[in-house]
């Protein structure tokens, strides 16, 4: 199956820093969605972005569909920006599949 | 509704006993996705359904898990003999329709096995 590998695992940033996620894919998709999980464990869908650049507020996403990767930029970070980054990816069959993860820590 | 709703939020309940688990999607959404999630094994696909049927149960870990969706809206996740191993969290997603839209996670359901 396709595999999702997400770095870095874990990021430590001051309240003001940007920072860049990534997300590399092992095959071609046709969804690929990002997800913040706060610490209270509720999944929130930030983009769905299979290919192409969105953004929105101090977040945006790009996703190079020929090379099998996307990245999440999160600018002048708070610490409500803190908890877990997913990057999911789907080839078609409605199951999405879920990279481990970037555990993101915004100390003020 | 406004959100992706599931309850109860927690249930704590004995090894070899059933439990329902209930999802109750935005409205309008037609596709309709369980998810869960454990400290081993990340997040999993369980099952989706497409309005009512479920086209690939192939997620669902073994045959004491089972879902079904009336009406095309809420759906229910039945686990039968629970285990151990069944702890986890289980998430619920709904989307417009299946493949290329975002999906809304509700807050999911803590399950204990004791």
């Known amino acids: 199956g396709i595999q999702v590998e997400q770095s870095p695992p874990d990021l430590i940033l001051q309240e003001g820093a940007n920072s860049t996620l990534r997300c590399n894919f092992s095959?071609?998709?046709?969804?690929l969605q990002w997800f913040h999980q706060n610490p209270w464990g509720q999944l929130i869908n930030l983009f769905y972005?299979?290919?192409g650049t969105k953004q929105n507020g101090r977040l945006s996403a790009t996703t190079v569909a020929t090379e099998r990767y996307s990245l999440l930029y999160i600018s002048s970070s708070q610490t409500t920006d803190s908890g877990v980054y997913f990057c999911?990816?789907?080839?078609?069959?409605?199951?999405?599949?879920f990279g481990a993860g970037t555990i993101l820590r915004v100390k003020s | 509704g406004a959100g992706v709703s599931q309850s109860p939020s927690n249930k704590v309940t004995e090894k070899g006993k059933d439990v329902e688990l209930r999802c109750d999607p935005i409205?309008?959404?037609?596709?309709l996705y369980w998810y869960r999630q454990s400290l081993g094994q990340g997040l999993e696909f369980l099952i989706y359904?497409?309005?009512?049927?479920?086209?690939?149960k192939s997620g669902l870990p073994s045959d004491r898990f089972s879902a079904e969706r009336t009406g095309g809206s809420v759906s229910t996740l039945t686990i039968q003999r629970t285990q151990q191993e069944d702890s986890a969290v289980y998430l619920c997603?709904?989307?417009?329709?299946?493949?290329?839209?975002?999906?809304?996670f509700g807050s999911g359901t803590r399950l204990t096995v004791v």
């Open positions: 997603a709904s989307s417009l329709i299946t493949g290329n839209y975002g999906y809304t």
């Open positions: 972005i299979p290919s």
């Open positions: 409205s309008g959404h037609t596709a």
């Open positions: 999911a990816v789907d080839k078609g069959g409605n199951k999405l599949v």
């Open positions: 095959d071609s998709v046709n969804n």
């Open positions: 359904f497409q309005g009512n049927s479920a086209p690939d």
